[in-house]
């Protein structure tokens, strides 16, 4: 088992940056980050492979980038551009890779809210 602790979420204006933070108890990969916004369902936004590869969800492509920081356990989340409808509470996750591009949730933290004013 993991445990796993998200923070970095806030209230920002249209265009603005926030880099989210997921440290997990213990070092794991694939990880991942999802999020859902309200009524909606949850939606896979970027994971990263043990090979340090990424992918990404076609909506947030060019605007967020997913890294990791081995020696602290800790993947991050940079979002760029924010847009009112990335609005939503973000989830880090170990994930599992079903096949190439699709990934699911294993484990999961507790989630941050990021809101985009317009």
């Known amino acids: 088992q993991v445990q796993l602790v998200e923070s970095g979420g806030g209230l920002v204006q249209t265009g603005a940056s926030l880099r989210l933070s997921c440290a997990a108890s213990r070092r794991t990969f694939p990880m991942g980050w999802f999020r859902q916004a309200p009524g909606m369902d949850r939606e896979f936004v970027a994971a990263?492979?043990?090979?340090?590869?990424?992918y990404s969800a076609e909506s947030v492509k060019g605007r967020f980038i997913i890294s990791r920081d081995n020696a602290k356990n800790t993947i991050y989340l940079q979002m760029n551009n924010l847009k009112p409808e990335d609005t939503a509470v973000y989830y880090c996750?170990?994930?599992?890779?079903?096949?190439?591009?699709?990934?699911?949730?294993?484990?999961w933290g507790q989630g941050t809210q990021v809101t985009v004013s317009s």
């Open positions: 996750a170990t994930v599992s890779e079903k096949r190439v591009g699709y990934f699911e949730g294993d484990y």
């Open positions: 990263i492979r043990w090979s340090d590869s990424t």
